[in-house]
């Protein structure tokens, strides 16, 4: 496996001898709870290593009860509602984060530190398989932290904390079940998880399953824009109309299923000065694609494949078909070791290493099994950190991952390609009484292999300084500028076929060059006992953007989306506020609001705008703690986005409106939680602008979700 990737065993071979007294966690107990964060306590593990201090980078995090209200089925569904973070949905069960207008191979979704290793990059309509159930906590690092995690974090980070791999042994045994039910779709779903330990061994294990019928939304499955569009083509040809009138979904969207299940266990020897430990986990799942055009591909065929008199025979069959299904299984085995103190002058020494089996396939409306896409993947990543006395703290890094990715069969719009990477890096950190001070380095060779057609190699380097700087006690100015590069992915590069989840023929350039982005950023913040507040700007000036863009032309009649590279601007906003409004002994009274802005253009060009850019948003919403009772509402309202990019239709705007209520008491030494939550109560019909579906595949309407979540 990995043959030709020498380099890559080289490194391997480093990190190993470099774990031979093992490698260190930098976990920490939080001591300090922000405004409306009534999490419970926990040890939490960081995703970037100096995190203990002040970072200029701005960063977000759920955890405790705020992960267990923002809970749902995809990652980006949970994290939705932090300032600047969107989810590029196709339908409930799939949702990849887009953060600051980036998403895609920009956007690295992780697990404990180590890629997903899935092909939910690859597709829109791929999932990212990280449960949000299992999760302790959830870091979101916003802008470019390519110096940490390489080229495909250019636009930010999502790190899934798990714990599948304890770092420490617990004093007792502890467990948890999460049990759901909601009326819209008729969704189940469970969760548990179990952790102990026994002498100098900890034991880890959870497990999940989740189960829905096709989803409620409010009206018709496709826009008012797109039935508008349509009316106006096919204007005069009654027959057309009227077929189509009959086809219509309204009410409920067809295709929009799922079912998904998996566990993990995991086991540590934890010493005195470190841990060793082992996890393996898997993830299955069965989902629809709403919006998914595979019968409207092979009704093309089979009118070229059979006589004009058995046309209508064939397109009622299809008539009769249910939609394309997608049935995913993976296995993943991760190992990680710890060592405090490992060298004089150094803190301590962590190890990471992870191994992905994934697999799915694409089964059509008839039953029959359409695409098998593959993907055999390891990563792994040393960390060594130093501290120089009390205000210089700095770590040192290597990353190494190779992949062997395949899609096989009538849909595979990218030929197999095998790709490797590594990466060595430096960043620091520098005190200066109220000033700090953070830097780093970064170099990464890339290769990419394909089975046919000329293979790439990219040298890539990053840099980053920031500041930090405490205006008061409780006033704090920020600002980072970033250098950083990405290297094109397999699909940019080799893409040639149909690609019927985005309904079009994608076509990539094996000759794209690197995409460089001069990202600077800055941050206000004031934070104390009873408020808090947050603005931050940024901007980022991209030289050889990598897009896609509509030709104009048609293959196999799907239109041509081509790749290509131009010069393009990112700028935006971000605003968060918390305030303890009440506080008596009982109970408190919290306000919060949000709001966050992206706009994206290229420098040239007839049309500028970049496609799938999220438009403004505003929330708004109430928290009540009263002893055992917690309440919260809140209001959104996502505005329109009429600044759209070539072939795309604007986005009407949509309010959000939801209301929590949850009611804990004890059970003996036990802890019941019983909880009622009303999502999209307006009904409101509403359209992700971040979503490749959104004309075809609306949010869910109005839902109420009910659940118990047992503490031991």
Same mark, same amino acid.
């Given at each position: ?13 480093a990190?190993? %001898? ?13 001591t ?29 995090? %759920? ?37 600051? &207008? ?34 302790q ?12 995690y390489?080229? &495909? ?92 009138e009959?086809e219509?979904?309204?009410? !409920?969207?067809?295709?929009?299923q ?21 996890s ?19 009704e ?94 700095g ?97 940019e %590069? ?7 989840a ?5 076509i ?17 913040e ?12 940024y ?42 409004? %009440?506080?008596?002994g009982?109970? !408190? ?80 030494d ?43």
């Amino acid at each position: 496996m990995f043959q030709k990737s020498s380099y890559l065993r080289a490194a391997v071979a480093a990190c190993a %001898l470099s774990l031979s007294p093992c490698a260190a966690t930098y976990a920490q107990e939080s001591t300090e709870e922000p405004i409306g964060d009534d999490s419970i306590d926990e040890v939490v593990v960081r995703a970037h290593p100096l995190s203990a201090e002040t970072l200029a980078q701005p960063v977000a995090t %759920l955890r405790g009860r705020e992960l267990e209200r923002a809970l749902a089925p995809s990652i980006a569904e949970t994290l939705r509602n932090i300032p600047g973070v969107h989810s590029a949905s196709f339908g409930q069960a799939v949702g990849r984060p887009v953060i600051r &207008g980036l998403g895609g191979a920009r956007v690295k979704t992780m697990e404990d530190r180590i890629d997903s290793m899935d092909v939910s990059v690859s597709s829109p309509d791929h999932l990212t398989t990280i449960e949000p159930f299992t999760a302790q906590s959830i870091e979101v690092l916003k802008g470019p932290t390519t110096l940490l995690y390489g080229t &495909g974090a250019i636009g930010g980070v999502v790190d899934v904390h798990t714990g599948r791999i304890p770092h420490e042994v617990p004093e007792h045994l502890s467990a948890k079940i999460d049990l759901r039910a909601t009326d819209n779709a008729d969704q189940r779903s469970g969760a548990a998880r179990l952790d102990a330990g026994a002498g100098n061994f900890a034991f880890h294990f959870n497990v999940f399953y989740r189960d829905a019928d096709e989803y409620d939304i409010p009206g018709f499955a496709e826009s008012a824009a797109l039935r508008e569009l349509e009316e106006m083509e096919h204007e005069g040809e009654e027959e057309h109309e009227d077929e189509h009138e009959g086809e219509e979904a309204f009410g !409920t969207l067809p295709s929009s299923q799922l079912e998904v299940r998996g566990g993990a266990a995991g086991l540590s020897f934890v010493s005195e000065r470190g841990f060793l430990g082992l996890s393996l986990s898997t993830y299955d799942a069965e989902y629809g694609l709403p919006g998914h055009s595979h019968e409207h591909g092979h009704e093309h065929e089979h009118e070229h494949e059979h006589e004009h008199e058995h046309e209508h025979e064939h397109e009622h069959e299809e008539e009769e078909e249910g939609g394309a299904i997608l049935d995913l299984d993976q296995t993943r085995i991760d190992v990680e070791a710890g060592l405090e103190a490992p060298f004089t002058g150094f803190s301590n020494l962590n190890f990471r290493l992870g191994y992905n089996d994934y697999k799915h396939v694409e089964f059509e409306g008839n039953g029959e099994a359409g695409t098998v896409f593959a993907n055999e993947a390891l990563e792994g990543r040393v960390e060594l950190v130093h501290d120089i006395g009390s205000s210089y703290e700095g770590a040192t890094g290597l990353q190494f991952s190779a992949r062997e990715f395949s899609a096989i069969g009538e849909e595979a719009f990218v030929q197999p390609v095998d790709t490797q990477t590594a990466g060595i890096f430096y960043v620091g950190h520098r005190r200066f009484n109220n000033t700090g001070l953070e830097f780093g380095l970064r170099y990464e060779h890339v290769e990419h292999d394909p089975t046919e057609g000329p293979s790439r190699s990219f040298d890539l380097g990053a840099a980053s300084l920031g500041l930090t700087q405490a205006l008061t006690d409780h006033w704090t100015i920020s600002g980072q500028l970033d250098y950083s590069n990405r290297a094109p992915v397999a699909e940019e %590069l080799y893409s040639d076929g149909p690609h019927l989840a985005t309904s079009s023929y994608e076509i990539g350039d094996p000759n794209l060059n690197e995409e460089q982005a001069t990202n600077v950023s800055a941050t206000l913040e004031y934070d104390q006992e009873s408020l808090y507040f947050m603005l931050s700007a940024y901007y980022t000036d991209f030289g050889d953007f990598i897009y896609e863009t509509a030709t104009g032309a048609e293959i196999d009649e799907l239109p041509v989306l081509q790749w290509q590279q131009g010069d393009a601007g990112f700028h935006g906003l971000e605003a968060d506020f918390g305030w303890r409004a %009440l506080n008596w002994g009982n109970g !408190t009274l919290e306000l919060n609001a949000g709001y966050d802005y992206v706009r994206a253009r290229l420098d040239s060009g007839e049309n500028r705008n970049l496609p799938r850019i999220p438009p403004h948003r505003w929330r708004i919403g109430a928290l009540l703690n009263w002893q055992d009772l917690l309440a919260e509402v809140s209001w959104g309202r996502v505005d329109a986005q009429n600044d759209t990019a070539a072939e795309e239709l604007p986005t009407e705007a949509y309010n959000d409106l939801r209301v929590h209520l949850a009611y804990e008491l004890d059970l003996g030494d036990n802890r019941l939680g019983l909880f009622v939550t009303g999502r999209n109560l307006t009904d409101d019909e509403q359209r992700y602008h971040t979503s490749f579906i959104k004309d075809f595949a609306p949010q869910p309407g109005r839902t109420i979700e009910a659940g118990v979540i047992l503490r031991l």
